[in-house]
């Protein structure tokens, strides 16, 4: 894990919350470049029934984030200001009337309200109870900062949509990714035989991961070289359906991370006797219990390739559309590595 930005992290108070008290958090007054992106003092939220406040230590960074960031506008029409991210991971600082399963102090990590509006760039954070899960055992706040929406779309995507089994043979795009790193660990989990796609500089980390064969992508068209798989993990789109669609055998499955449009083969897909389906992934309290006992089991690790403290989010940002990044970025809110405070 690298810190390409050495600034310190100012720690929220550790005093007794009151209604008056603000925090810092990362908004927006317009869609843009990164640089649209400032820290403000904002007022800080109060739990409501079934809900709990979470002092947030780490919070991902996602192509959701910075896509919502450029446009401008969430999918549910609301309009900036806003505060971007989903991923979350902290202290329970107080809970709601009704919360039975946390109380303050417990460590948790969770997607909360996705795809609306969670605002985990900021020192606060109030959602529903349920939309977050135990911190796994040895995870750091920022690795698990780094899980929620990645791990939870491989996991819905290759066990709760495409059932992968056993012997099935799943191909996975952009296998080094932020999703893709996960997906080939959850997919070997499960019992299959994993083929990935990456460019050259990564082979040893993918097959490291779990792969039982790499493609580097930018020399091999996976539609040429790869048959017979039974499930295709796409996060990329436009022309690479195509080429997953030629890799499926009858019967097989593709899960697109991206909703289909006119670029869509449909009828390629219809003659080739495959499923093909876009997949959104989804608050899933069961699903982090099920990745935070691989994490546990040892089968799971998270990749981590930089930490940014809260006020550089426009840099974190532009890290990630570099679209060059292994593994996760994550923003350190409130906390420095190491600290588990």
């Known amino acids: ?41 904002t007022e800080r939220p109060d739990p409501g029934r079934g809900e709990i406040l979470v002092r947030v230590r780490a919070a991902g960074v996602n192509p959701a984030d910075w896509k919502l960031r450029e446009r401008g506008v969430f999918a549910d029409g609301a309009m900036p200001p806003f505060t971007l991210g989903f991923d979350v991971a902290g202290v329970v600082a107080a809970v709601g009337s009704g919360v039975t399963i946390f109380q303050p102090g417990d460590a948790v990590f969770g997607m909360p309200r996705f795809p609306h509006q969670a605002g985990a760039y900021a020192e606060y954070v109030t959602a529903p109870a349920r939309h977050f899960a135990p911190r796994p055992r040895g995870l750091d706040h920022f690795q698990a900062g780094a899980l929620p929406l990645a791990s939870l779309t491989a996991w819905q995507a290759l066990v709760d949509t495409a059932h992968v089994r056993p012997g099935q043979r799943v191909l996975i795009h952009a296998a080094a990714g932020g999703v893709g790193h996960l997906a080939v660990q959850i997919a070997k989990a499960r019992g299959a035989y994993v083929i990935g796609t990456a460019s050259a500089a990564k082979h040893d980390l993918v097959r490291a991961l779990g792969a039982d064969e790499v493609i580097d992508h930018r020399t091999q068209d996976a539609g040429d070289t790869v048959r017979d798989i039974d499930v295709v993990l796409d996060g990329i789109g436009g022309p690479n359906w195509a080429r997953s669609l030629r890799t499926l055998r009858r019967g097989g499955t593709l899960v697109s991370l991206l909703p289909f449009d006119d670029a869509f083969p449909a009828r390629q897909a219809e003659e080739a006797g495959v499923r093909a389906v876009f997949m959104l992934v989804e608050p899933d309290r069961q699903g982090l219990r099920e990745i935070s006992a691989l994490v546990e089991d040892g089968r799971l690790r998270v990749l981590v390739e930089a930490v940014f403290p809260l006020e550089h989010a426009a840099r974190a940002h532009e890290l990630g559309e570099a679209g060059r990044t292994t593994g996760k970025i994550v923003l350190a809110v409130g906390s420095e590595p190491g600290s588990e405070s």
Do not use: H
Request: neutral net charge; hydrophobic residues 35%; proline residues 12%.
């Open 1 to 41: 894990m690298t810190q390409p930005i050495t600034a310190p992290v100012t720690a929220p108070t550790t005093g007794p919350l009151t209604a008056s008290s603000t925090m810092r958090a990362v908004s927006q007054e317009r869609g843009g470049a990164p640089d649209v992106l400032k820290v403000v003092e």
